[in-house]
């Protein structure tokens, strides 16, 4: 079945650097969908790329979508303790948005003041 | 964007009883998805509710052990059935919308 992978699993910074998180399909994706699970919490909506080489930006977070719809990165800029949390990508599992969501591995980020 | 209610939010349950997860949702949506996600691991769908058929459930998921009703398209249920403690996890709703998928605040089981 389809898979997403994401790397790295965890990743400790120091408040103030970069994280860049890789997320990885073994088929080509109508679309991919990027969460964010603070600790204890549940998975909350960041943002949906759709089209090839999409990339969109919120304030410190940058997303990108690859030029065969097979990847996707989310990069943050200069982080902040409140970025904590697990960064999930999520794709569709049978095509088309409103389907089933299967979710990549997720990478930890944890970030020291 | 939908908000669903979820409840109850934790719950520690002898092994071989039954718990059962509520959603509300406070709009009509075609489907809901439930997941699983263990501790310190990514969501899993174990199935997805549509509103007058039966639950389509994912591989390893059978409806014996989770059965779940959808009466109306507001509201799911999820029953975890005949619970060992390998189903201690947290049980999470979830519903499509245009703004993405929703998801309920979790249900965080321990089977004792």
């Known amino acids: 079945g389809q898979q997403v992978m994401q790397i790295p699993q965890y990743q400790h910074v120091q408040e103030g650097e970069d994280f860049t998180t890789y997320c990885n399909s073994s088929?080509?994706?109508?679309?991919i969908q990027w969460y964010k699970q603070r600790p204890g919490g549940h998975p909350v909506f960041l943002i949906q790329?759709?089209?090839?080489?999409e990339v969109k930006k919120q304030k410190r977070l940058t997303f990108q979508f690859g030029e065969a719809k097979k990847n996707s990165s989310l990069h943050i800029t200069a982080t902040q303790t409140t970025d904590v949390g697990t960064y999930f990508c999520a794709a569709p599992g049978g095509g088309g948005a409103t389907n089933k969501l299967i979710f990549g591995t997720g990478t930890l980020l944890a970030v020291q003041p | 964007s939908a908000v669903i209610s979820q409840k109850p939010s934790r719950d520690i349950c002898q092994r071989g009883t039954s718990l059962t997860i509520q959603c509300q949702v406070d709009s009509q949506v075609t489907m809901m998805f439930w997941y699983r996600q263990q501790p310190g691991q990514s969501l899993t769908l174990i199935a997805t509710a549509n509103q007058g058929s039966e639950a389509t459930y994912e591989s390893g998921f059978v409806i014996d052990k989770f059965p779940i009703s959808r009466p109306n398209l507001t509201f799911s249920t999820l029953t975890v059935s005949n619970m060992s403690p390998e189903d201690s996890s947290i049980y999470l709703c979830s519903t499509w919308t245009v703004y993405g998928y929703t998801f309920g605040s979790g249900t965080r089981l321990t089977v004792v």
């Open positions: 088929t080509t994706l109508s679309n």
């Open positions: 790329l759709v089209k090839s080489g």
